[in-house]
């Protein structure tokens, strides 16, 4: 009897730490690893000390070996819980933590795009010489864009605007000269302002045409104004945007709402007119970059201001167009392409 009870004895002190080490294999917090310290070393009920007591029912021969297995197992106890408390304590690596020894993350910062650059610039320059900043909408009407500029229905001047229209009266405006319009009829001279902002004509997309692009208008209109405000004005504006070296050149033209008009060409930045081939200026020597004019009669007419007492004179200018100039960009499209590498090329002088 004594024989087996030491082997009854010797599969329990087993099953226990078997048990043992299921138990500490899961995970623990502190108030489950208190449970499993008093699992087995409750004084009153933990299965040690419990073995501990069995003792006694065997016999004294068979005390030692049992002694040593129950010693060696409340050892094992011991050690078990003390690291899975270890455990416990130990700093646990949150989410935010930050590994040094990561490799860096490569952050692609956008810029500011050339266009815009180019614009703020032009908007700089006109601020501080007294201009005020203007816009208008996108979407036009019939008579804004054209009628009440002096571009009468069926007149064949519409037709240097390849015009998108929405419907018999509704367009995506193909200059911003109709904020002209809107301005006067709001307004009362003296009025010195500037209209940056986008316009829309039907083109295909090529090196030099895009079906979107922004222009800046200009208006002043007062008492006593004369071309040669015009002049003076526009002069100073392209020796700041280009230098005071820029030659300029006006040239006669033609446009419904001004009269007389000019085109204004600068001097080729990239060839300075020496080279036949050059494919800024086609080797002519001059890049045309912008319309201008002294405002119609007409015009004022329309927005019942006495053309009789006040004059002025406007201008129109291509942004994309003339920054492709400025910061040599070959093709117009590169713009509105989105890629980084192109955009992040460009700050002001
Ligand atoms: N609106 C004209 C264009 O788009 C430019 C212009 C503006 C000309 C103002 C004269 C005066 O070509």
Redesign the pocket.
Known sequence: MPSLNLETFKSKVDAYQKKLVDESARPHDSKSLEELRNLFLSRKRGLITLLFEELKDLSPEEKPAAGQWINSLKLEVQEKLAALEAKLKAPQRTKKEIDLTLPGERRYWGAPHPVRLFQQEIENIFLSIGFSIEDGPEIETDYYNFEALNFPPHHPARDDWDTLYINDTLLLRT?T?PVQIRVMEKKKPPIRIIIPGKVFRRETPDPTHLPMFF?V?GLVVDEGVTFAHLKGTLEYFLKRLFGDKIKIRFRPSF?P??EP?AEVDIECLACGGKDAACRLCGGTGWKEIL???MVDPQVFKNVNIDPEKYSGW???MGIDRTAMFAFDIPDMRFFFENDLRFIRQFTLK
């Open positions: 200059h000269s222009q208008e446009f709402f001004t008009s319309g201008s004019g406007a201008f129109g």
